[in-house]
Structures are given as C-alpha cells and as structure tokens.
C-alpha cells in the first residue's frame, strides 16, 4: 500500500491488532477518521508523518493491552456519568508532595486529613524528575517517564494511587508538554547535535529567524528570562525558550514529538491518573509573524491529544491551562465540527483575577460587566474555580470593558497594584509586584492568599478587627469559588491562611522567582490546634469546612450552564443565581468593606417573604430593604 494512503485506511493498522475488546474497536473505529483527518491538516508536509503515525496507532494499541481490568471498568463508568467532574460532590485542592508533607507517602498518610476537609480531588503539581536546582518549580521535566526521586519511588506513587482510589478520590497530574529540561535526554542529544533529536526543538544557526520570531510574540518571564531564545555558546546556537532559558519548547511540528508526548500521557493514564492538567498550552505552536499564542494548530493539537485518549482511557479528563482572555480561553472547550472534543475543564482565570480587582475597589461593577461578556461554553465542560494558587495574579482584564466604565485601564491596573503591593491608601494586602514591565510599571501579583486579604498584617499588628475583616475576605473568596458551579481547587495552605513564605530569598535557586512568596511548607501545628484552640487559622479552616460541606449537599452549585448573574445596581455586592431543576440558590457576595443593603427585588419569585440560609441554617425573612455587612456572603435557596 502507498505510504500516503496508508494515513486513511484503520484495517492496515487494524490488521495487527490482536487487541478484544468491542469497546476499544468501536472508540478507534469512531475516532480514526478525524484523527486521521487532523493529522493530516497538521504534518501533510512532514518528512516524519507515516512513521510517526504508524507509531501513534501501535502506541494506543500497547497502551490499551497494559491498561489494568480495573482502569477499564473505571472508565465505562465514568463515560456512562460523563459529567462527574462537575458535580456539586467534587472539591479540589492543589498541593506540591514535598511542601504538603515531605513524599508520597508522607501525602499518603495525610488522605484523612484531605477527606475530613472534605478534599476528593487532588491536583498533584508536578512530581516528575526534575534537574536539582533549575525546574522551574517542577515545570522543566528531566525524565517523564520517572518520579522525582525526593519524593519516593515508582512504587510509592502506585501506592499512593491505589489509596487514592479506595478513598474514591482523583488525582489531577501536571503535565508539562510545552517544553521539558535541558537536561532531558531530548535535550542532551540535541546539544550533541543529533539532527534527530535536534528536530525535537527549535533550533537556529543565528539570531535571523529568532528576530523574526519575536517580532510578535510576548515575554513570559520579561524580568528574569527575558526573549524567547537562549544562546548556546558551545555551538554558537539559538533554541527557543519561551518560559525559562533550562526549559526548551518542544516542537510539535515534528510529528516525532506529538507522538512521545501522547505515549507518556497514556503511559500515565495507566498509572491511574484521572485528570491531566495540560500546562502552558496556548503556546505549543509558533509562527513566525503570528502572535503566536492559541493558534489554531494548538486547538488541533489537543483534539489529537483527547482523541488518542478517550480510545484509550475514555474515563479520563483534561484542563486547558490557558491563561488568555475569555474569548480565547472558551475554545479550548472545542468549537467547530470537533467542538466538546478537545479540553472538558479550563481555568476560570478572568474570575479570578476579578474577585481580586473587586476586594481592592470594593466595587464589583467590572466583575459583573465583564462575566456577562463571557461566551457560553459547551455542555459537559467545566471551569476550575479559584482564588489563589501557586502562579502569580495577572491583571488580564480586558481593556474595552474597563474603558466603558470610564476607568483608564492602565491607572486602573497600577492602582490595584498599589493597593496589594504597597500598602496603599492603608490596604490590607501584603503582596509584591512580579514581572514588571519598565515602561509602563504594569505587573503581575505574587503573594498567599492570607497575604492579599490581610490576615499576614493582622497577625503582625496583632489587629483583632482587622483578624475578623481578614477571615471574612477569605470566607468571601471560597465561598463564591465553592458556588459558582465547577471544580473549585483550594490551594493548599489557604485552608489555615499560611502566611507568605519569605525564606526563599535565601535560596539561589528561587529567589529570582517571588511566585516562591505564596508557595509554604504546610505548617501542621496549627492544624493540630485547630479543635482546641480558637485561633484565627482555626476559624479560617472551619468556616471553610462548613462551606464545602454544604456545597456537597446543594445540587444547584453542580455546573450544568445555570449562572445567572442577577444585574444589580449596588456595586458592593456581586449577586447570582444558580438552578439545578428546582433547587434554586441566591448566591449574595459583599465585595467591600461597607455594610450594606440589598432588596426583595432582586429575587424573581420570591414565595412568601422567606429564604433559607444554608450558611446559619436558618430561615431569613426578606424585607423590603435587608442588611448584608461587609464582605459578608449569603447562600440563599429559594
Ligand atoms: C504555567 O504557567 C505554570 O503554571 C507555571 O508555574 C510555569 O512556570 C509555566 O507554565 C511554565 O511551565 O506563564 O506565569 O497561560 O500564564 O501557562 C505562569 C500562560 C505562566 C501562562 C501559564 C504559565
């Protein structure tokens, strides 16, 4: 047979797949004309494409044989229930092994602690084998095939699995596939100057075509890395380096490297992972003259990605990271003919960054203007909510929206950075600029959780009524990423409000990265003293306790597209409605620090003049005008 027409036809591949089982037949036979079809839209001209097919084909095959009886009855399961990551019973939370407890068994012995905070879902940041000093927080992968060593064997991470599963909880892997380590064996080879392995990046003899590239692209990281190519000086080379100059772009126009990056998924969906987090996709394919982020080839790329996966391991699930502007961010859900194929779950990254410029103004007039110019995205998919985790806060806030309201976007940018980052106008927040761009003085925010919301300087001025504002503006931010329908993640170390970290200056290989400034060891002690002593921490953890509790029990916060932000004219509150059938929730948010009032209007049919508060358990009577104080939330079913 041609080589070319081989592409297109499944019983050449087939004729040697001995694999039974109707199941997998079926999901190959349903997928391989688009995946066909992609492929060819991709690496028509590619040197490599019938080889690096061939090798995809066999690897789905292999990888279907070594999946265990077990993940295969997961999976059926899961397909049968395709929106169990967006129900109200799921809470995530995202940790680092060694900052959390030292290894993977040390997290291991930790589950019931997850599971009485009622944590089921765990996003493992990244656990593969990194260089020593310079990886980027694990995101410079030396080896994907194997476990960071600090943190215990193959066999420790099976263990900890297989816990895992007995505790019905999931696991959520990081998986770096924009770049990896220099010093990945990739890498090593390249330098050699093995035009195999050369081709596994972007390699160029001068800085012609990397002029042209950056030309239109952004810098990432325009303080400490700043351009998109490191020198080599041992072959007077450029490569291309996006992020850190030790984390090489791999080059998905080499079909070579697609087919590796999906056998190592694979590989790991055979481990058990429930979840990829796929990191740093918007910018797996460059252009030159293109701004090259979310491209369309990068869509393309992770319809293969789901494709390959769901023959395989239908059960599992992938997040967009992709953290673009709305309008952007909604097609990672899949859009066109293969739209709901390509990520089921994406970063609510434009909330985020909102409930943080609405705590420092106290106005929620661009949260709301902004979250109805969201586009709906597909059924069964789902954003992950959240508040802080352990990258920085970009002010990406779109420009025309903030003009609209009469606000300069640049003024008003530097003034939310004024007020997290010095104290402005006597804030609360003890955060710090990170990635300043010179010119305009624009940056992003690192800083905890306890940091921005101002529990670090109560607890430094030893405030009590600042330690109560604190909490409250804590309380405020989980209980609407806890309401707001999706997965909420929880970063680790906020359920105790840990303070920011500043010993990482004292480390050569962090302090160039104040990201390190919300990234903690957990401190166990004041768990410990949370039954018996009423501490501030303690009151941090119970209320959210409480909260997740009650979001379990409430179908109306499971993600089925019921949103409805309610337009209401006091900017202090942010007010939303959510549905399931007939469970309808009122979700009322205080964003500023003024006590206020809201009115009976504001609820469609209100039935008598009763609502139920799921917070106090309680009935509310709702008057004509009904008070809310500051930072105050109230969950409302009707
Ligand atoms: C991700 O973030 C990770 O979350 C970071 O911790 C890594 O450093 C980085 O990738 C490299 O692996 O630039 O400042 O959407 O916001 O992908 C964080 C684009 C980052 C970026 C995001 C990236």
Same mark, same amino acid.
């Given at each position: ?97 060694? @900052? *959390? ?5 040390? !997290?291991?012995? /930790?589950? &019931? ?5 009622? %944590?089921? =879902? ?81 390699f160029f003899p001068d800085r012609n075509l990397p002029n042209a590239y950056e030309r ?11 351009g998109n190519f490191t020198y080599l000086?041992?072959?007077d080379q450029w490569v291309m380096? @996006? *992020? ?5 772009? !791999?080059?998905? /126009?080499? &079909? ?5 990056? %999906?056998? =190592? ?23 030159i ?350």
């Amino acid at each position: 047979m041609q080589q070319a027409e081989k592409l297109s036809k499944l019983n050449f591949f087939l004729d040697d797949v001995k694999v039974n089982d109707k199941n997998f037949h079926l999901r190959l036979g349903a997928n391989f004309p688009i995946i066909s079809d992609i492929y060819q839209k991709l690496y028509a001209y590619s040197p490599h494409k019938e080889e690096a097919f061939e090798l995809l084909m066999l690897s789905l095959v292999k990888n279907f044989e070594e999946r265990s009886a077990l993940q295969k009855k997961r999976d059926l399961t899961r397909v049968a229930n395709p929106n169990w990551y967006s129900s109200e019973k799921i809470v995530g939370m995202m940790l680092y092994v060694d @900052l *959390f407890d030292t290894d993977f068994n040390g !997290l291991k012995e /930790k589950i &019931p602690y997850l599971r009485n905070l009622g %944590i089921n =879902t765990v996003h493992l940041m990244p656990f593969l084998d990194v260089p020593e000093f310079e990886n980027d927080g694990g995101y410079a992968v030396r080896n994907y095939r194997e476990v960071n060593p600090k943190f215990g064997t193959m066999k420790d991470f099976e263990a900890l699995v297989k816990e895992f599963q007995k505790n019905d909880m999931n696991l959520i892997m990081d998986f770096v596939l924009n770049h990896c380590a220099d010093q990945h064996q990739w890498a090593v080879e390249a330098r050699k100057g093995n035009p195999k392995y050369k081709d596994f990046f972007y390699f160029f003899p001068d800085r012609n075509l990397p002029n042209a590239y950056e030309r239109t692209m952004i810098e990432i990281f325009p303080d400490t890395s700043p351009g998109n190519f490191t020198y080599l000086p041992e072959s007077d080379q450029w490569v291309m380096t @996006l *992020f850190y100059g030790y984390q090489w772009d !791999l080059n998905y /126009k080499n &079909p070579m490297v697609l087919v590796e990056m %999906i056998d =190592t998924m694979l590989f790991w969906s055979n481990k058990g992972i429930d979840i990829f987090r796929l990191d740093a996709v918007a910018f797996m394919w460059k252009e030159i003259g293109k701004f090259s982020q979310n491209l369309p080839e990068v869509h393309l790329l992770l319809q293969l990605f789901k494709l390959c996966g769901q023959i395989v391991a239908p059960g599992v699930g992938y997040i967009a990271e992709a953290i673009v502007a709305p309008e952007e961010i909604i097609k990672y859900f899949g859009e066109g003919l293969a739209q709901g194929d390509e990520c089921d779950i994406a970063y609510n990254a434009n909330f985020m960054a909102l409930s943080w410029e609405a705590l420092a103004t106290g106005n929620t007039n661009l949260l709301k203007k902004s979250m109805n110019a969201v586009p709906k995205k597909p059924r069964n998919t789902t954003w992950i909510n959240y508040a802080r985790c352990h990258d920085d806060i970009g002010l990406g806030f779109d420009d025309k929206l903030v003009t609209e309201l009469g606000l300069d976007s640049l003024q008003h940018r530097l003034y939310i950075l004024k007020h997290y980052c010095d104290g402005f106008n006597g804030s609360f927040a003890l955060g710090q600029r990170f990635m300043i761009e010179h010119e305009t003085g624009n940056a992003r925010i690192s800083g905890s959780m306890a940091a921005l919301c101002g529990f670090e300087k109560a607890m430094k001025e030893n405030n009590e009524n600042e330690f109560q504002l604190a909490i409250k503006r804590i309380n405020l931010q989980h209980a609407v990423i806890l309401s707001l329908g999706g997965l909420p993640m929880i970063y680790s170390g906020d359920e105790v409000a840990l303070p920011n970290n500043y010993d990482y200056l004292n480390d050569e290989s962090k302090k160039y990265d104040n990201r390190w400034l919300h990234r903690s060891k957990m401190n166990w002690s004041l768990v410990e003293n949370i039954k018996d002593t009423p501490s501030a921490e303690a009151l941090v953890y119970k209320r959210l306790k409480q909260l997740i509790e009650i979001r379990k029990q409430t179908p109306a916060f499971a993600d089925s597209n019921d949103l409805e932000y309610i337009d209401y004219e006091n900017t202090h509150l942010l007010v939303y409605k959510k549905t399931d059938n007939k469970d309808v929730v009122y979700v009322i948010a205080n964003f500023s620090g003024f006590d206020t009032f809201f009115e009976s209007s504001l609820f469609a049919n209100l039935n008598g003049n009763k609502l139920f508060n799921l917070l106090t358990e309680s009935e509310m009577e709702i008057n004509e005008k009904n008070f809310i104080s500051a930072y105050d939330v109230l969950w409302l079913r009707e």
